[in-house]
Each structure stands twice: as structure tokens, then as C-alpha cells.
């Protein structure tokens, strides 16, 4: 299938109603935090019950930013002058004078899953928790769950989904550390489904990468699998791993099969800058850290590589707005995974156009 | 009373027919310096004769800044070429051709008082040194003097003056250093007066503040008060003080009476800086200068408080602008105060126009 | 002569049909190297067979500076997915995919001399190496070169020549390295060239400078000339020395003759960023590098009071645009040579108009 689009440089609007991540969830401590997604200022904070709340980080009196304030019981107080906003974003307390104010700020729906606050961006009432993205091995026993870090790229979110959709460029951007020259010439297929594009490629009896090398126990040929689901509006999760060669597949077990789930979960901040945090779940020495830091600090040098790359990519897009790209096969993905995102964000135009 | 005003974004012009201080008097020695106020560019010099100088800060030939140059006997040298100026401004010397070229630069009367360079941004026709500020008691025995610092702050320097106008930030912003849970209920009265806004807080019969205790030699309760005297366009003097309970007020004397003027100098740079440089005048112990240090260093902490609050502010400000701003009691200075600086900017802008 | 022309803001184009230095020929090594020139981003390598070539620096299919990438034998090739460049631009590799995408870039005529990489930023049609700049002398036996540094100076290109055509600013930008007041009252002549301008100041039986004091043999008064060719766009030639008095002149030879030709080689970068290259031959001391080095380090101090000159003159002529500047004598030679810069864009204008 070749569709035949080019990639136009990255739109200038992000889907409203959808969940993305906010925070870490141990980053929300006692102290409210200021965060900035989807280009709106907000803070986050966690009640003394426990639990998070979003509201978007002004005090409608000065303006002064409510996350220079301090959490007070449930509420939020303003630092300037006290006035105090409750979970709802109503004003609660108005310390310096008789009477409360008659205003009100906006407020997020938020939830935690998989130890991140994810936070809705739309209308709330279409909030729905069951949408948070859930990578069901996160929590099964035998697999082993490793936080790496909150990756602050300069370049709009999807230049990282491109590259998330594109195995192709591995050989080129980290030929020292995942590149594999058995892959070059292994084909590359793409699927569209109902929550975004899966794209696969497989390299049946080859020799171990090193990765597989170093964390399986095969000493002969393998067969290994990389299959990038990416999820709109941006999630992405890479299901890669090996098993002895001939003796299964991806979707089956196999003579020592070892697998490893990388999630990226990116938040858009502005139009050119992201948060990619990611974390990976692994089906081997589970119970061991020490593992999953040595396949996290493989995958901080991969994505710094990644990083520079998309940076140069955002900065130059920027200085050569409006030119044409040239289109090769291995956009087919990006190409579709953009298309979905398009057809949402002309969903959401209409919905409101209709309101 | 209650204005009903709500005070909208910090206005785009400044007053011009008004001495701001453009510099310690210290700070002029054999170099010429440069100072941007109300967004222009100014070179003072000192010239051999002791008197200060000021003029644009710029060469008409080639642009080049004056304050580039040096101090040449009462005059000033251009450092590309040599063309020289004097203080009103005329050029009076071309060392590299025969004939002085036709060329002339703005000047601006400056007057030290205070150990303070102030300058007359207006019609030089209309500047008179009897309206700079001036505190008698510093000059008078009896009375310690301490200068703090020239603190720069990344806002417009109308957000100072509401600041200044405003008791009730202080239990908020400062709760550590000058709060004072007494004060909380205290109310607060404010006076418009001719020469700006008087905002009035007096707690009678409390126990004493840390400073206070500190300072005084008092161990019953006292009658403290706090006057925040804010002057057009943008001077302030805080008189507070505290007397043993019963036996005196903020006029007369008392047993063991302790009084300091905190007073700030603001002088707009931008539209979104101000250089606040900030002395005090206390009543006691007015001959160690460590106790002026100690009181400094107490202010120093409260003011790096207000710096980030009015940064914070002001940077939310413009994100927002245009947004409406909700209104407190607690507004009603700071709004009068705000009033009378645009009839005074009305009051230009006429003279202006029937030039 | 007098021309009665003031000098404008410094215009906002370039020169295109000209050859400019892209950078020293030491620094194209095994890996490419990105610079902007006239504020165009090009890449410059080096073959494995030694030659320089330059394209731009943009991979067509994402936008990828090409200097991301690495030489591939004469070749350049992208870093994200692998695309190969020739030095005619034409794409000639595609690793990703089975035919070659249909893609050319801009390529740039490039050429070696006097150890630097020149490029040519016009009609490659018209591109001729013949007409790079070249200094006899640098060639000749008997003549020392010492190369001195890539001087990074925020401002336009023309400010510098109006510099470099200027001999009265050194008694006053310069008076502790190169001023000499002998100098101050001697007179400046210039000629209008088929190669630009030539500005000359003779000092004959005069003290030596401490240059000349240091770096000649004279102990009694000596003939001085300083002669400054500035070639049209950017190049300039500041050819000064000295014989014993009466016994020669610049053109002649004469007792103890010592002769320095500085050379500056000016790239706009973009419109307020200029790098100037310079380098200087002498006709003593040929085979010292250590006296080429000393003679250096005194102009490394003299650019520097130079740089922060004309980077003061370029941040105020950006902030008074449109300002009138008044105009001395010493204007003369640099308003020749901005209306041959002027005549030379006006003729590139017209012949691009008849295209």
C-alpha cells in the first residue's frame, strides 16, 4: 500500500479531548506544581485525602500564578493575598476582606494510572477514565516495570510520533547502539486500526542483535520482532524482543523468549516542545532493578541521538515553513498515523462549529 | 468607601514631567554611565567641576553611545571619533576635521539630593528642583540612615505601587519575616491626599512584632503602626513604628518609641522593569551602622519575596492581557492611586496636543 | 572632494555574484561542516579525494541539516535516513527504499586559496575563480604569513568597512595600541578605484610608532604610510611600514623598509552578524612564527576595542531606524564604497529583473 502523502509540516492545533499525561505521580508531593500542556498553564496538586487535582494556574484577582501558593487542606491558596480554590475551581476563602468574591477558574478532570496523572484537556464532561491508556503486563506478576525519564525535546509532538511509526531510521540515527545491519533490507508493514497504526517488522532467523546478545540466553539464530503501536493522540509503545529461531513468534512463547514493552507517553507543551516520558516493562529478571536501569541508560543514549535529530528536524521545519517535502516509502506510516490525528482534530472543529 | 474600580493592566506610558532617580550619586565617578529610563537611553557624567551631567546617550554621527566615551573636563567625547558635547547638550569640539559640524543632543536637568542623581524626564522649561522628594528627617540628628540596594525587578512600576499601597500582601507573601498574625483583622483606611495616596494600618495594644522586639526595649504590649505614603509618580515611604501601648501614637513620642521610614525610589526602565532603589531612616541606634545593616538585611529577604511575586505577576499579566481582572476590598488604594496617575497622564497628553 | 553623501542604515542585501571566504581551508576535515553565509545555511566537506564542495544544508525529505550526516567517499549523506548527496547536489542513494526519490539541492562553486575555502553565492554560471581575491606577496619568498582568528562581530559587513576605510578612529578606539598622535594631523586622501577604494595617510618624518620602534631597526625619525584598500564586497587590505626618513617610500625600497600587509576577509553571516578573517604578511623577521604571533596579539587587542565599537554602532542603528545620522569629512571613503556596494546591488537587481 502506498499512500501517496506527504508530510506537511506539523499543525498548528492539538486534540482537545483525550487524556495525557501530566506529571509523574510522585512529583506531586506537598507543594502545588506548575505544568504547561497543550500550550495552558496549569497546577496540580494532591489534597491531603490523596488525591489530584488540576485547575488552570491563575488566580483571577492579579493573575499571580496559584502554583506560587500552597495546598490548604483539599484547596489551592493564592500566595499573593490568600483567596482559596477548592478541586471545582470555585473560590472558597477570601481571607482579607468580608464577603467571597463571585469567580470561578477552570478545572481539569484528572486520574492517575500506571503511577502518571493523566489529565483531560476537552470537555469535561466527555471525560471518561475507561480511555486512559493501560499496558495490562504493567501490572501482571513475572514482568518487571523500570521509570526512565521526562524527556524534554524542542520539536512539536508529532515529529516524535513520525519517528516512533519509522523503524528505518534506526541504522542512521543509532548505528552504535540498536542499529542492526540484518535489518536493513527485513520489509516493513503497517496496519491502520480502530486506536491508531501498527507498524511491524520482522527479522525471522538472524543473528541476536546485542541487545538480545546481552539479555537473553540464545547463542544461536533468533527470530526477533519490533512492532510500533502508536497510539493517537500520543502514545507509543514498542513491543520488541526475540525467541530462539523456528520455535515461536511474537504473539507466542519460544525457547527463552524475551520481550520488552518501551512506552512513550508524550505530552505536547507548545507547538515546539514535548515531554516524552517513558518507562518499560520486561518478561525477564523481573525482580531485579539493576536490569532495568542497564537497558534504560541503552535507551538514554538512543534517545538523546533521537533528540538532536528531532530538534534539528522542529528548527529547521520552522525556518523553511510552507516548503515541499519530498515523500519516500517509509513515511507510509507517519503519513496514516497523521491523517488519523487530522480527521480527529476536524471532528473536534466540527463538534464545536455545531455547539 | 469602596471605588469600584478594578485595575486593569499596568498602562503603556509614563509620566514625564517628573524627577525620577536615575542613580546613586556614588555611582558617578571619573566614567560616564548609562541608564535606560522610561525606555530611553541616558548618559550621566560628572564633570571636573563636581556637577552632574545628563544627556541622550547617543552620538548623532555614527550612533555610537556617548557613555562609550569619556568625561573630557566638564564635557563628554565621543569614543569613535572624538566629537565633543557639553552639558546642554551642543557639540563644542571635532578633533578629526576643521569646522564643528550642525548638531545637537537632548539634555535633561538632574539634581542631586539624598545622596541621589534625579532627573527630569518632561519639558526642561517646567523642571524645578523644589518638587523632588525630600525627607526631613534625613537630614535631621537623632536619625540613622542605611542605603539598601538597587533592586531590579522585571516589572512595570505600577505593580510596585500597588504592592506598596498594600498592606494586606504581607501576611501572604512575607509570612516569615514582617507578617504579623495580630494584623490579620487589623483594618486598613486609606486618604487620598494632594500628593498621592496614604494607606493607614494601626494595631493598638498587640504584642510586638519580631522586629520590633527586636529593635525596641519593649517586653509589654504596644500601639504599632504601619503608613504607607505612596507619592505620584512613584515614590514610597513607609512610616511604621510602635510605641509602648497606651502611652503615645504614630505622631508623638512615648515610652521607648521606635520609628523607621523605609523608602523607595522606583524609576521606570521599560514597561516591564523598574530599578527600586530602597534606603530606610530609623529613629534608633543612629549611630551603628551594623543596626542599619541588620534592619537591611530583614528587608533584603522580604523584597527578594515581592520580587518574585511582581515578576510572576507581570509575566502573567501580559500573557493574559486584555483578560478581566477581578476586584478586592483590598484594591481600593492601589485603585485611587492608579486613578490619579492617568489624570495626571491625561493632563500631559492635553498639554500636548494643544501645543 | 567632498560627496556631501551621509551614510544610511546599512542596506538589506548582499552581494551575491561575489566570492566570499566560507571558512579557513584547516577547518574541512573528515567531517562536514555547516555554516550560514549571507544568511543561507550551507554545508561544506571534503571528498575522500581531497576537494571541498558546498551544498545546502537541508536534506529535502525532512529538513534535516545535512551536516548532521557524514561524508560517504566524495559524497554527503543524511543522518536520519540514510540519503546521499553528490557535490552537484543530485540525490545518488536512497538506502531505504528500492528508486531513487526525485530531489536536487542547491549546490555552491567552491575553491581553495591563500588557505582559505571560497565560496561563490551567486549564478553559478558566472562563478570564476580567476576573480578570487589573491595578495602576491603571500605567495613570495622572503614574506612571512601569520593566521589570526575568525573575529565574530554582531553587526553588518558595512560597518566594519566603513571601519577599515577610516584611519581617523584609531587615536580614539585605539589609543593605548595603534594611536600615534603624529597622526592626528595628518592628512587623508582617497581614490576611487576599478576595485574599490583606496584611503591613504602618510606620516613622513615623524616620530616611529612603538610598532614600528619594536619591529624595525630606527632609532631616528622614519617615512610612515598606512594604505587601506578595501575591495569591493568585503575584502580588505591595510598595507602600513616605514623606511628611515627620506630614504624611500611605501613603493619603493629604502633603509630598514618594514612593510605589513593586514588582511581582513569579511563573510556576512546574516544581516547584523559579520566574520572576519584576517590573517598578515610581513617582509621581516619571514621564517619567526613567533614574531608573526607577537604582531597578532596587538591586533588581537585592537579588534576587540573595534568589535565593541561597531557592535554598540549596530545595536543603536537598529534601534533608531530611519534616524538621520549627520555626516563628518571622514565619511568620505566609506560613503565611496557603499555607493559602489549600492551600484554593484542596483546592477544585480536590474539583471535579475531582466531574467
Chains 1, 2, 3 share one sequence.
Not at 489530584?52 to 496559584?66: G, I, K, N, S, T
Not at 493564592?78 to 470555585?90: K, P, Q
Not at 539493576?290 to 535529530?309: L, N, T, Y
Request: aromatic content about 10%; glycine content about 8%.
Amino acid at each position: 500500500m502506498r499512500l501517496g502523502v506527504h508530510l506537511k509540516d506539523s499543525g498548528m492545533s492539538f486534540i482537545r479531548n483525550a487524556w495525557y499525561v501530566a506529571t509523574w505521580a510522585h512529583e506531586l508531593k506537598e507543594k502545588p506544581l506548575s505544568q504547561t500542556i497543550l500550550s495552558e498553564n496549569i497546577v496540580l496538586w494532591r489534597g491531603q485525602d490523596g488525591r489530584v487535582r488540576a485547575a488552570e494556574d491563575v488566580c483571577p484577582h492579579r493573575f499571580l500564578p496559584l502554583s506560587k501558593g500552597r495546598v490548604a487542606g483539599n484547596d489551592l491558596q493564592c500566595g499573593y493575598h490568600g483567596l482559596i480554590f477548592n478541586g471545582a475551581g470555585e473560590c472558597v476563602g477570601a481571607p482579607t476582606q468580608e464577603t467571597l468574591p463571585d469567580c470561578k477558574i477552570r478545572q481539569y478532570p484528572v486520574y492517575e494510572n500506571m503511577e502518571m496523572v493523566w489529565i483531560w484537556m476537552g470537555d469535561p464532561a466527555q471525560a471518561n477514565p475507561d480511555d486512559i491508556y493501560d499496558l495490562p503486563e504493567y501490572h501482571q506478576d513475572g514482568w518487571g516495570v523500570a521509570f526512565g525519564d521526562a524527556l524534554d525535546v524542542e520539536a512539536n509532538y508529532l515529529l516524535l510520533c513520525d519517528n516512533l511509526c519509522d523503524p528505518t531510521h534506526v541504522n542512521y540515527v543509532h548505528p552504535s547502539t540498536l542499529g542492526n545491519p540484518d535489518e536493513i533490507n527485513a520489509p516493513v508493514t503497517h496496519e491502520d486500526t480502530s486506536w491508531g497504526v501498527l507498524t511491524e517488522r520482522l527479522t525471522p532467523d538472524s543473528a541476536p542483535t546485542g541487545f538480545v546478545a546481552s539479555f537473553g540466553s540464545h547463542d544461536g539464530r533468533v527470530d526477533m520482532w519490533q512492532r510500533y503501536l502508536m497510539y493517537t493522540p500520543s502514545v507509543s509503545i514498542i513491543d520488541f524482543g526475540a525467541t530462539a529461531a523456528g520455535t515461536g513468534s511474537w504473539q507466542e512463547g519460544g525457547d527463552g523468549r524475551i520481550q520488552v514493552y518501551s512506552c512513550h507517553f508524550m505530552t505536547p507543551i507548545t507547538e515546539t516542545r514535548t515531554i516524552d516520558r517513558w518507562l518499560h516493562v520486561r518478561n525477564f529478571e523481573s525482580e531485579d532493578p539493576s536490569v532495568g536501569e542497564q537497558i534504560s541508560d541503552q535507551f538514554r543514549i538512543a534517545f538523546a541521538e533521537d533528540k538532536e535529530i528531532l530538534q534539528a528536524v522542529q528548527e529547521e521545519e520552522t525556518r523553511h515553513e510552507g516548503r515541499f517535502k519530498i515523500g519516500l516509502d517509509l513515511d507510509e506510516s507517519a503519513g496514516l498515523f497523521r491523517l488519523k490525528i487530522n480527521r480527529i482534530l476536524r471532528g473536534e472543529t466540527l463538534a464545536q462549529a455545531a455547539e
